[in-house]
């Protein structure tokens, strides 16, 4: 993984200092709520409903042990002994006090950690694939190219104040387990003619106006890439609503000009781009590159597994995936009990997994979008340890991908732009979801609430979704189907009338039901939809 040099490291101390005075002068009456603003939300800080939120960037996912030690210690001193993390593979603390908070990012720049970018109009943290650089069929490690658009997007002074915030996924597999087309910008690398580029897709997004992102071009060289993606950048802050919020996303930009237009318009500027060489020189990729080379994995170990003990097996079964290497496997960890609150865990939790990454996952770790953790270096022969650990601290939850795995935004719990409460519904339909033997059967089922039309829970990219709204001062949930943040990305549509809370949770399980009644040898729930359609299913749910 990259490691600051002197250069990462006076920057992010210098900031530190910077916003410590400027806390400093709010807290002494010196700066006004609105002067402070903007300020605090360049460092990450936001004032929520009963208290400030800091969200920590975690680059694409990954982390060290000492890192995520790290989270978990200021969970611990500095909030309510938990965090949380996001969709967005950062982490969020809910309970900051304003004065602690230039102290909590001088802890988190000893550990090459900051939260800068995590807030405001500009390039938000980059995210990737969970299983980067150990994925068999993935055309190269996508994460220094992740790397170098963060050094890029860092500071960068034409895009700090773009029309609206702007976020950035870079994937190299043919699989997507990154949401990358449901992005302002996804880029798919791949190799032509022995060749490594991108595929470049532009105008993805959730929240207001849900867009699967089109294709604006199909490969672009690698020592091209930044340029192009400044061309990208420069046409949306050049034409970008910039007097109505809702409408100042790049989608919205994409979507009014046209696919062909503005693909027209970003060639334009990319070739003015190419004449400028702004692209970084091949030797800093070269730079990034060997922090990500391939660790010293052991040699001639066994696949072999003792699988006697039955908890032991469904949890690997369902938590396990293949890794690239002859002896090793990924395990991912589920932050998703039975009734719990999606994406939390606990500061003995997160320290627990700080020590398994640095014992057994070779100091590595990973966050993924769908609010879960990876061990990605972990050998066979490892796994029953590893597991009973987890299973001690309530992290053995074997529920990857199935309906209880659920995506859900902090709502109106915590979140002051809300409209409803995602968390008790959550727990619910943990609840009432929570035989594993049903949710074995329902088997790949992706439900995710959000708690207003924002759509942090990505609930348009839900096979299941739910959304949140205010109906005259009343919580109510819209039951949306078919959507899909995978390599088939697709948003999902309303099915009718909104329920209470209560009544979502039957609803989804009249639709669960239809499911299993007419799905044919194979199918996924998406499958079943997708031929089917809605009809039946909203005759299933409103009779």
């Known amino acids: 993984m990259y490691r600051y040099d002197s250069y990462d490291q006076s920057i992010v101390d210098a900031r530190v200092e910077e916003f410590r005075d ?42 060290s ?39 909590i990012l001088a802890e988190l720049a000893t550990v090459e950690m900051h939260a800068i970018q995590t807030s405001g109009n500009c390039i938000r943290n980059i995210s990737s694939d969970q299983y980067a650089g150990v994925s068999a069929d993935e055309v190269t490690d996508p994460r220094p190219w992740a790397e170098l658009l963060r050094q890029w997007s860092t500071f960068h002074p ?29 880029l798919k690398l791949v190799s032509r003619d022995g060749q490594i580029g991108a595929e470049v897709y532009a105008g993805g997004g959730m929240g207001r106006t849900p867009m699967v992102a089109p294709q604006i071009r199909d490969f672009v060289p690698e020592e091209e890439i930044v340029s192009y993606l400044e061309a990208c950048l420069r046409v949306y802050n050049r034409y970008g609503r910039r007097d109505n919020k809702y409408k100042a996303r790049i989608k919205i ?11 027209r318009q970003v060639e334009e500027e990319y070739a003015h781009m190419r004449e400028l060489g702004l692209n970084p020189p091949t030797e800093e990729l070269d730079r990034i590159r060997p922090f990500f080379a391939g660790p010293a994995y052991e040699t001639g170990l066994s696949d072999d597994l003792d699988r006697s003990d039955p908890a032991f097996a469904l949890w690997v079964d369902r938590q396990v995936a293949a890794h690239k290497q002859p002896g090793y496997a990924i395990v991912n960890i589920s932050l998703k009990p039975r009734g719990g609150i999606p994406g939390d865990a606990s500061a003995e939790q997160i320290g627990l997994v700080a020590d398994l990454a640095e014992t057994y996952s070779l100091d590595e770790l990973r966050v993924t979008h769908a609010q879960n953790l990876v061990l990605p270096h972990v050998k066979k022969a490892d796994l029953y340890a590893i597991w009973q650990k987890l299973d001690e601290a309530g992290l053995a939850e074997a529920n990857l991908d199935l309906i209880t795995d659920i995506i859900a935004c902090p709502g109106l719990d915590y979140c002051s732009l809300a409209n409803a409460r995602s968390i008790p519904l959550a727990q619910k339909l943990s609840e009432r979801f929570g035989s594993i033997e049903r949710q074995k059967d329902l088997g790949e089922l992706k439900v995710k609430i959000s708690g ?66 007419e799905r044919e040898e194979g199918e996924r729930f998406l499958d079943t939809y997708r031929r089917l359609g809605m009809k039946p299913f909203k005759e299933a749910i409103y009779g």
């Not at 400093?24 to 929520?48: I, S, V």
């Not at 990154?178 to 910008?185: E, S, W």
């Not at 930009?253 to 696919?259: I, T, W």
């Open 22 to 63: 400027q806390v400093q002068r709010r807290l002494a009456g010196h700066l006004t709520e609105d002067q402070f603003k903007p300020l605090r939300l360049m460092n990450g800080l936001y004032l929520q409903l009963h208290a400030y939120m800091l969200r920590v960037a975690i680059p694409y996912g990954t982390l």
């Open 65 to 103: 042990g000492r890192q995520m030690r790290k989270l978990g210690e200021i969970a611990a001193k500095y909030d309510k002994g938990y965090g949380h993390f996001t969709t967005r593979q950062n982490l969020q603390y809910n309970w900051i006090k304003l004065a602690d908070a230039p102290d």
């Open 158 to 186: 034409e895009f700090t104040y773009l029309p609206r915030k702007f976020k950035i996924c870079v994937i190299a597999n043919e699989e997507d387990r990154a949401a990358m087309r449901l992005h302002d910008i996804g």
């Open 253 to 263: 930009l994409v979507h009014e000009l046209g696919v062909e237009e503005y693909k």
């Open 452 to 517: 207003c039309i924002n759509a942090c829970g990505h609930h348009h990219a839900g096979h299941i979704g739910v959304l949140g709204v205010d109906r005259k001062g009343v919580e109510n949930f819209q039951l949306s189907l078919g959507g899909s943040g995978a390599e088939d990305a697709s948003v999902g549509q309303i099915t009718g009338p909104g329920f209470s809370e209560d009544g979502v949770v039957d609803a989804i399980e009249k639709v669960t039901n239809l499911y299993l009644a």
